[in-house]
């Protein structure tokens, strides 16, 4: 791999706010010039220096103050990663997709509710998304179930897996209380249909 970028805030488990990362393979860190020139990125941040030399190798990619309290919070979820493989994260969030897809197949009235990610899952990440005309209602009356999914507009449905928090019976849970919310649409009622600024 040569470049990646990640969000600190999902892939990490660091919160909103956090920082992202860059990797950059080492064979470009001296040829790539990085487009979002910042002090912090400078050679010699605390000379003020008009012109920009960037830092050496990776250090040309840090932008804007650091966020201390952001960096505090990143630091005390990534202790969380420390006795754990990437692969195993990986093998459980493709487990736990697959056992959501599986429970969601029990349930005749979540039929509507189709899915548009990848259905083999070494094509997808650790999100599945459905299409469904009441996609936005679906999702705000789930949450008030206490099951926190995410629409993206016009009409997906997306459900998270996080390996590291999750458990096989609380995707059983979720999906069943899924299948209440639809089969007794409750997802009508007008408190879910209003939207919010965040969804």
């Not at 990085?34 to 912090?40: C, T």
């Not at 650091?66 to 969030?93: C, G, H, M, W, Y």
């Not at 999702?139 to 008030?144: G, I, K, N, V």
Request: contains cysteine; glycine residues 8%; aromatic residues 12%.
């Amino acid at each position: 791999m040569d470049f990646a970028v990640g969000c600190g805030y999902k892939f990490l488990n660091g919160g909103p706010g956090v920082p992202a990362f860059v990797y950059v393979n080492r064979k470009h860190q001296d040829s790539f010039t990085q487009p979002l020139w910042d002090w912090m990125g400078h050679r010699a941040p605390f000379e003020f220096d008009r012109d920009f030399t960037p830092a050496g190798g990776v250090g040309q990619f840090l932008t804007g103050a650091p966020p201390i309290l952001s960096l505090a919070a990143l630091n005390a979820a990534l202790d969380v990663f420390a006795d754990t493989e990437v692969s195993q994260l990986r093998q459980k969030s493709i487990a736990l997709g697959e056992c959501f897809l599986k429970c969601k197949e029990q349930y005749p009235m979540l039929r509507d509710l189709h899915l548009v990610s990848p259905r083999e899952a070494a094509r997808r990440g650790s999100q599945v998304a459905f299409t469904h005309p009441q996609a936005y209602a679906i999702c705000r009356a789930w949450a008030d179930t206490g099951v926190i999914a995410d629409f993206r507009s016009p009409d997906l449905l997306r459900v998270g897996f996080s390996p590291l928090i999750l458990r096989f019976a609380e995707i059983e849970r979720a999906v069943q209380k899924l299948a209440e919310l639809v089969n007794h649409e409750v997802f009508r009622e007008p408190r879910f249909q209003q939207r919010l600024k965040v969804t």
